[in-house]
């Protein structure tokens, strides 16, 4: 399976960005899609994730602002960003986990950069 992330770039703060990821194959199998960001110094952590049945979960610091969705007809996972903040800029990183949930795969990550 392969992972490509893109539609980051540099933004002012309030500003949006739409985050895409296109999975090489089908995604309705997946258990789980999702997004994780790492900014320098600080561990990879999630930023939110949906499953194969739709259930959403977000970290509280982007709740209200972010919405994953995914469209198997694509095979594409999303991520819509409003609000930005300058705490936001990262490296993003889309995730599937395999149908059993035993393996994760990664995409190459996409830099978003949000200015103040």
């Known amino acids: 399976v392969q992972l490509q992330a893109s539609g980051g770039g540099l933004v002012q703060a309030g500003g949006s960005l739409t985050l895409s990821c296109a999975a090489s194959?089908?995604?309705?199998?997946?258990?789980?899609l999702g997004w994780y960001r790492q900014a320098p110094g600080i561990q990879r952590g999630m930023v939110a994730t949906?499953?194969?049945?739709?259930?959403?979960n977000y970290a509280d610091s982007v709740k209200g602002r972010f919405t994953i969705s995914r469209d198997n007809a694509k095979n594409t996972v999303y991520l819509q960003m409003n609000s930005l903040k300058p705490e936001d800029t990262a490296v993003y990183f889309c995730?599937?986990?395999?149908?059993?949930?035993?393996?994760?795969?990664w995409g190459q990550g996409t830099l978003v950069t949000v200015s103040s």
């Open positions: 194959g089908s995604i309705f199998s997946f258990s789980a």
């Open positions: 949906i499953t194969r049945g739709g259930t959403t």
């Open positions: 995730s599937a986990d395999n149908p059993s949930a035993t393996r994760r795969y």
